[in-house]
């Protein structure tokens, strides 16, 4: 799955971008493109409390949400002036290169494999790859997956790195988070595999459930915006943004009002 969204997306990344010729000056810039809108669209998850959820009056919120609406009054200057996409991890790429969005903020972590393909904001927050398994589980780490079943989230960093770290898992994959759990919950397999911060969010509430406490990877969230000139203005300004909302306590604010500071 994540590989064929992979190739698919290198081949727009060639054909849009001209890959290997030198860069031109773009005629518009996407940076251009959205203050002559007027609003940005921003393409943000709805399955990953505390990051990107929809509230009880059914607005979009989460630490990501409101890293949008910075962004909206930096550049636009109101937080209004953000329209929310729902996005999935195995849709985000597709919707930023269809144009449907201008930037993902959605729990998006750097990688080598997606620099390949698109480019990414400096980061905003560090999350970790662990386990979510049922209370008294006998599996504590990650090696004792071998042989036992795991859930994952198309289109996920944990969708690569599992099978890589644990060849002898048995890999169930879901499209949304909600799904996984609810998956976990019935026994269809043993554990979820993925970032602390939101396995975090889906055990709240839940004593049947507990995070362990390893951590196996360091997974830096930033915004990710489709590769190629039109892009570097757009970068540039979100960068300083989020470079002055860490300085003036801003986002750590944020953070502490989601307790994942
Ligand atoms: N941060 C990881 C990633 O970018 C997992 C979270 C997600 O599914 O978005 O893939």
Redesign the pocket.
Known sequence: MYKKIITLLMLVVITCCGCGKKESEPTTTDLNLITSRGEIHVGV?TD?YPFGYLDEKGHFAGYDAALARLIARGILGSDKKVKFIPV??SD?MMKLYSGDIDMII????I?PK?QEILDFSVPYYT?G?ALLVRKGSSVKTLQDLNKKRAII?F?????RSLKMAVPGVGVIGYKT?IDAFNALKKGKADAIV??DT?LLGLALKDDSVELLPKRYSK?P?AVAFRKGPESKTLINAVNNIIKIETKNGNLKKIQESYGIK
């Open positions: 998850k990953t999935t991890a985000r959605a729990t998006m972590s990688t997606r999350a790859q989230v289109g996920s960093t944990s969708e988070y993925s970032d939101i997974e969230y």
